[in-house]
């Protein structure tokens, strides 16, 4: 594990936050468990450009923090399941907020990084 030399401030409260749920996948994977996509396997197939390494690291920092719990059923195959804290629960709100946020600003979040020749889809739940 990486440690960082200068000493991170948690004074300001976007950094606080940016610690815990800093990281590509973590929002996303906060959202898929809060909807009950719980499994490694199936936040997998809900976050598809996320690779399972890159989710079990990042579902293990959220342990660390105690934004989730981890719970290991018995028999073959391993089954396990990952489920909000409380605390973790307090985060919902923030996701919320960036969801809103996203879908507000999709297209023309899109449109600014195709113009920058980034490789982006803009997939949209017509519901």
Known sequence: MYHNKIPQALDYGVSVTMKVIGGKWKP???DCISNGINRPAQIQKAIKQA???VINQQLSELLDYEIVTKESFEGYPLKVEYTLTPFGN???SVIDAMQQWGD???DKVAEIAMNRKENVTLYRNKT
Do not use: E, F, V
């Open 28 to 30: 996303c994977i906060i």
């Open 51 to 53: 690779s399972l390494r």
């Open 90 to 92: 307090t985060l919902l």
């Open 104 to 106: 507000a600003h999709a």
